[in-house]
């Protein structure tokens, strides 16, 4: 299969070549892709060097499949030069997600909706996607009715100038800034821009998407957003309004047979997810589970994944494998 990596030389990108090396993805020809001032450079994948081209030229050496992490603009822009050429495509930007016409998709909840025709498929946010693949089965059995998130995110989010930021500040070096205030040693309740509301785009992201990969308008998400000078992954503290009661074993026990789910929760042994221990990993990690006794039938959860893997790359990959498996591509 033909694979073109779109942002190949980007952090993310650099991480989806890493995964599709790791899940050995069945990569025939690779196609690193990335902006006119990155054309001409080599990229590592699998011991051999590839050369990166322009988007143009992706297009004309017709991959199979094209995973996207570009950024919005240049998805906007080309993805529906790929599709148009019968290239599928899997964006991990925020352009096509909350368009009514694209799939929004994490594997282990949606990926049966995909179809042949499907070929601009939208890969959801980072923080989104840890947070829908702990949701779901329990709004399969508790059904949700409220949703409070408070986001603790990892500056790898924001990309390579905001780890460069943090590790100037470290060492006491001034340069280029990629938030409007140190990030060493502090935490900044800003995730994006603020929109017309108050909330962040971060923020609406996690509101909006949720109720579409769950199906569900009716569930009501507030949500908070803060980066912290952290590296490993997103975290974030979770509190859940169900309409029908629970025992905190039994959440345990779904939440410990969910594919892609870690259960870390045992405060005898002081165990639960930290982004320390979730970096490099694939899977989604939940702990200090417990009812919320301030409300009827509500729970609280923390829930923690490395936001390049499961909450970027690992998903895209994920998606493209199912479109391989179930021959949805070409």
């Not at 923080?127 to 790898?156: E, F, G």
């Not at 908070?224 to 039994?250: C, K, M, Q, W, Y």
Request: net charge negative; charged share 25%; hydrophobic share 40%.
């Amino acid at each position: 299969m033909k694979v073109a990596v779109v942002g190949a030389t980007g952090l993310v990108g650099t991480v989806m070549l890493k995964v599709l090396a790791e899940r050995n993805f069945p990569v025939t020809e690779l196609i690193p892709v990335a902006s006119e001032r990155s054309v001409g450079k080599k990229v590592a994948y699998k011991g051999n060097e590839f050369t990166v081209v322009g988007l143009a030229t992706a297009i004309e050496m017709k991959p199979d499949v094209a995973i996207f992490s570009a950024g919005g603009d240049t998805s906007t822009e080309w993805a529906p030069k790929f599709a148009e050429a019968g290239i599928t495509v899997v964006d991990n930007s925020s352009a096509w997600r909350m368009d009514p016409t694209k799939k929004l998709v994490v594997p282990e909840i949606n990926a049966t909706e995909l179809t042949k025709e499907d070929k601009i498929i939208a890969n959801p946010n980072c923080s989104t996607i840890q947070l829908v693949l702990t949701l779901a089965p329990l709004h399969a059995k508790y059904k949700i009715k409220r949703v409070i998130i408070s986001t603790y995110q990892s500056i790898t989010g924001t990309g390579v100038k905001a780890v460069q930021q943090l590790e100037n500040e470290y060492k006491g070096v001034k340069g280029e800034m990629a938030y409007p205030y140190p990030i060493h040693r502090n935490a900044i309740p800003q995730c994006d821009v603020f929109m017309e509301n108050g909330y962040t785009k971060e923020e609406m992201k996690l509101v909006n998407e949720t109720q579409k990969i769950l199906d569900d308008r009716t569930i009501a998400v507030t949500a908070t957003a803060i980066r912290i000078p952290v590296v490993g992954g997103h975290s974030e503290s979770v509190n859940l309004e169900f309409e029908n009661d629970f025992e905190e074993s039994e959440v345990r026990k779904i939440l410990s047979q969910t594919p892609g789910i870690t259960v870390q929760d045992n405060i005898d042994t002081n165990t639960y997810p930290m982004p320390i221990y979730a970096e490099g990993k694939d899977d989604v990690f939940v702990g200090r589970i417990r009812r919320d006794h301030s409300r009827e039938n509500a729970l609280n959860l923390w829930i923690v994944a490395d936001n390049l893997r499961k909450g970027a790359s690992t998903n895209a990959v994920q998606i493209a494998e199912y479109l391989a498996a179930e021959q949805l591509i070409g």
